[in-house]
């Protein structure tokens, strides 16, 4: 009997031995499976990051050299005569449709050290140091420049200088061209795919200076003072190379650059790897300290469970009875066992919200009385944007709060809501929606909106008098300049009909006033020059379909010729429509298509007027948005600009 005691202990303390022993190796193993997982993840993103910096790099280098080649154009095409008569460069500063006034500003220098500015509209102009340096070496060098002018009043653009060498006959330095471009800062810094916290942009100087950032208050601060704490290892790296990118790691850190050659600038990104890393780079010392306590205490509970359980068997009723016998099962006492436990479903949401962003109609998803997910054409009718970021709150596009709980009793009782709600806008005006609103089967704690106005499905169709293919254009399939000139036209009519031909003139009725967007495509020419001209009528015809996919839920689309689209908007205010615009500017920018291997970046340029049925004349309107665009191409291009109709025409409303 002391034997097989004997025997049992021994047995108890071996297989004690050999749990510890699993568990070691269990947690060596974790470490070393992290470890992998986090060098695989860190080649990912270097991968990553690599080249989303050598396409920067590339965009940017490519719209300093379309400058530059425009301004070594004009030098070639001007007579070194020119460079001492100021009053010509003026007069052809203001002449229309000048190819100077492509640039905001131009100035002359010559061997002698005197420098003459001329800026549009014969205002006053001057440039800093830098440039006045700029000039001065490329007169003594030969060589082009580009340097940029700090402007802390314009918040939005970054003002560079480009110069070129003017030269005589015999190839001898004359004096030197310089002008001053605007570019946009939404332009300069990429825009990150989704939402990654700690990801930042930065564009430096050849001195350190931040040119531009993802964060704008950081803009014209050094590098010394946004990398306190890594100063050290930044001012350890060599020159960066502008053939491809190089990454580095500061700790949890990635740190990638790429020169810009000529400028000198360096465009940075730097991403924080804690969210994304499982090892030491990217939890702190205390969470292994917590973890490791952690497995401290369960290998504790595990060798006290071992312990109870590998206990001797307990004498039944005092009688003798060896382990391992029938009665020394039975009397063994086993826990009950515990009941299921159901899993939650987890609706698949990743999926509904996918299929909801392509979808061409204005829906969105709610879920816990937030919108997860809303298609473009949401935008169009209420003037809330994903790009702006914020997440948008159910009640705050109800004014009363017993119509949203109506819409939800509805859902709960009858499974769905049909009906019309008003619903406030982001500019603060309200608008009669119907309401088309479901629980999808696969996703109970979410609900489906779909959104449609009753005037817009109540509006009449134009009659056109000739044949509907000869209104129609033959590349992109939108209506052309003839039909949207009779749609405009028609809406006109159609906001003057009688209150009482309506069913509820409050709601169904067309409203009077809107905004007209005048769309322009940049740089097609070129594009055509670069890739085919089978590429630049693609092209046209994916801008052709995305504004329409964005706007048929509320306007018309048609495209006037050429690069040349326009947009009619009827019941927007102008900054809901300066919104539309600027939408529309953002999808056309990340389309970004390929064209023989190599990615292109296609931007547009928007022009934007209010219109009133009642007082504006048709060709008046579209006049108006084209001279709108004209000033948006003049500020750089990509971006949106709001002008004014200038003619009026009186509008008799008919009898009611």
């Not at 704490?229 to 930044?234: K, L």
């Not at 806008?425 to 979410?446: F, I, M, N, Q, Y």
Request: with cysteine; hydrophobic share 50%; net charge negative.
């Amino acid at each position: 009997m002391a034997d097989a005691v004997t025997d049992w202990r021994g047995l108890r303390l071996l297989v004690l031995v050999l749990a510890a022993l699993v568990l070691t190796v269990a947690a060596f193993g974790a470490w070393c499976l992290v470890q992998v997982v986090d060098a695989r993840t860190q080649e990912r993103l270097v991968a990553q990051q690599n080249t989303e910096a050598d396409l920067w790099a590339r965009m940017l280098t490519a719209r300093m050299e379309a400058q530059q080649r425009l301004l070594v154009s004009i030098a070639q095409g001007m007579h070194t005569s020119l460079l001492d008569k100021p009053a010509v460069l003026d007069a052809l500063m203001q002449q229309e449709g000048s190819t100077l006034r492509l640039f905001d500003s131009l100035h002359v220098a010559l061997p002698s050290g005197s420098i003459t500015h001329h800026g549009l509209g014969g205002a006053v102009v001057e440039i800093d140091t830098n440039g006045v340096e700029a000039l001065r070496r490329t007169i003594a060098e030969g060589k082009p420049n580009v340097v940029q002018i700090q402007t802390p009043e314009d918040a939005s653009h970054l003002h560079v200088l480009l110069t070129v060498p003017m030269r005589r006959a015999d190839g001898a330095v004359a004096g030197a061209l310089a002008a001053v471009s605007k570019l946009p800062l939404a332009t300069l810094i990429l825009e990150p795919l989704g939402v990654v916290p700690g990801l930042q942009y930065v564009l430096l100087d050849p001195d350190g200076v931040v040119l531009a950032h993802s964060d704008v208050t950081q803009r014209w601060k050094h590098a010394r003072e946004l990398w306190e704490t890594d100063w050290a290892e930044w001012q350890s790296l060599s020159k960066p190379s502008a053939a491809s990118a190089q990454t580095v790691a500061w700790g949890a850190r990635l740190v990638t650059r790429v020169g810009l050659p000529l400028p000198q600038w360096q465009a940075v990104i730097l991403r924080d790897m804690s969210g994304d890393m499982l090892g030491n780079q990217g939890l702190p010392v205390q969470t292994w300290l917590m973890l490791g306590l952690g497995l401290a205490a369960l290998t504790a509970l595990a060798v006290w469970a071992l312990w109870g359980w590998l206990a001797p068997w307990p004498r039944h009723a005092g009688a003798a009875v060896a382990p391992g016998t029938v009665e020394g099962l039975v009397a063994h006492r086993h826990g009950e066992p515990g009941g299921a436990v159901a899993e939650a479903y987890t609706p698949p949401v990743a999926g509904t919200l996918a299929m909801l962003d392509t979808v061409p109609v204005a829906m969105l998803l709610e879920q816990d009385g937030r919108v997860q997910v809303a298609t473009p054409q949401v935008g169009v009718i209420l003037g809330y944007f994903p790009s702006e970021g914020a997440v948008l709150a159910l009640d705050q596009l109800f004014e009363n709060p017993q119509a949203l709980a109506a819409v939800r009793h509805a859902l709960v009782d009858l499974g769905g809501f049909e009906g019309l709600v008003q619903l406030r806008k982001k500019d603060g005006d309200w608008v009669w929606v119907e309401v088309l609103a479901w629980t999808p089967d696969r996703a109970p704690d979410s609900t489906v909106w779909r959104l449609r106005l009753p005037w817009r499905q109540g509006r009449s169709v134009p009659s056109w008098p000739v044949e509907a293919h000869a209104w129609r254009d033959g590349l992109t399939g939108l209506p052309n300049r003839e039909a949207f000139m009779w749609s405009l036209q028609s809406w006109v009519t159609d906001s003057l009909q009688s209150p009482k031909a309506l069913v509820d003139s409050a709601v169904a009725r067309v409203p009077t006033q809107g905004c007209l967007l005048f769309v322009d495509v940049d740089h097609l020419g070129m594009m055509n020059e670069v890739t085919s001209r089978d590429m630049g009528n693609k092209m046209l015809r994916h801008i052709g379909r995305l504004l329409h996919s964005h706007v048929q839920s509320l306007g018309d689309v048609a495209r006037l010729g050429g690069d040349e689209f326009a947009v009619l908007l009827p019941g927007l205010s102008l900054a809901h429509a300066q919104g539309v615009a600027q939408a529309l500017c953002d999808a056309v920018w990340r389309w970004q298509p390929s064209w023989g291997g190599e990615r292109h970046w296609i931007s547009v340029s928007v022009g934007v007027v209010a219109v009133d049925a009642l007082r504006h004349a048709p060709q008046e309107a579209v006049r108006g948005a084209d001279m709108a665009c004209y000033e948006a191409k003049r500020r750089g291009r990509c971006q949106v600009a709001v002008g004014q109709v200038s003619t009026l025409q009186a509008v008799s409303r008919p009898a009611a």
